[in-house]
């Protein structure tokens, strides 16, 4: 069979997590919590299905989601999307990024992709016909703690053939979270041309020192040309659920609609009404950032107990480590190494480059999911003092 994705094989995460339980051992790889979701989400699951919620929901998804959400995102960042015509449900936030990239890029468009990324924007650029243009982080450095765009190369990029730009803010893998000063400098690459943004902001309430997350949604500029993509699956801690959503303007969202029904047509309508319910009288979200430093700053300090020099991660649930100290394997032998003879799965860092046996790609990181019990954090850490 000719391959539509020659050289795409199985996910890191999904090798990784199989490594974690064929070794048995501790994963802190795949990303997603080894805690449950609140009790109070889980039994409105089960009231909704007992209400009778159990049929084909709309198929842009639940109205009284699309409502809070709509909602929500006004309180927030002060854009009010249309729940009729700008909010769409989608299985995921992966769902949304493959439907918005095939139902806006036409074979021969170049998208914008910054590297290190997460793993399924190359492949929907592909299924599609674009060509995906690498622009890499820049490094840290010994005065910036962490990876940032260089948005003079992003600019450098551009050019008549490029339709999309892909950013992602809290960053995975790096952690690294968007300024005033990146949104400027997006805002005025893109403005005046037909460039589409995707912007995926899965982790926008798990930003840390006080720090906000600057939604694309809060610029009227940025707003006008982008697809806003976001997921509960990091929100309520419900992963499996796979329930995320797509907020962009008319014209972008009937475009994405098109293919969101014959992908899936609809997604699970008992989540999508139990989410409506929570997030409508919760705002546990606004927790979030708290809940996570704690898990965070335990990670971090206990690994400078370790030869790992861990990196700063101002959001989202992961965070980097060198490991120079330690060996001169590349990063996925070393991440084998580790799972094989210490016990812990971690993710490297060059899986989430094009060309993860670029040189380039190797910084001697791996990336560490602190989205874990303290029992399990203080386990892994046990581990890796031994290293
Ligand atoms: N987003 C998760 C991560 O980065 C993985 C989700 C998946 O396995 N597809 O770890």
Known sequence: I???LPNIGTTIFTTMSKMASDYQAINLGQGFPDFNADQELLNLVTDAMIAGHNQYPYMSGVAELRHVI??????????????????TITSGATEAIMAAVLSTVNSGDEVIVIEPCYDCYV???????????FVQMIPPTQHKE????????????????TRMLIINSPHNPTGAVFTDQDLDALEAIVSDTNIIVLSDEVYEHIVFDGNKHLSVASRPRLAERSFVISS?????HTTGWKIGYCCAPVVLTTELRKVHQFIVFTVPSPFQHALAAYTKNSQTYLTLPAFYQLKRDRLALALRDTKFIPLNSPGTYFL????????DLNESEFSIWLAQKHGVVVIPVSAFYANPNDLLANHKLVRFCFA????????????????
């Open 146 to 161: 962490n990876f940032s765009v260089d948005w003079n190369q992003v600019k450098d990029s551009v050019n008549s053939k």
């Open 70 to 87: 709509s909602e929500k995102v006004d309180t927030l960042y002060g854009h009010k999307y249309d729940r009729d015509t700008e909010i």
């Open 372 to 387: 874990k019990k303290e029992s399990t954090l203080d386990e892994a850490i046990e581990r890796l003092k031994k290293v």
């Open 123 to 133: 492949p929907a650029i592909k299924l599609a016909g674009g060509k995906p243009v």
């Open 232 to 236: 509960f699956g990091k929100t309520t």
């Open 2 to 4: 000719k391959s539509k």
């Open 320 to 327: 980097l480590a060198d490991y120079s100290n330690i060996s």
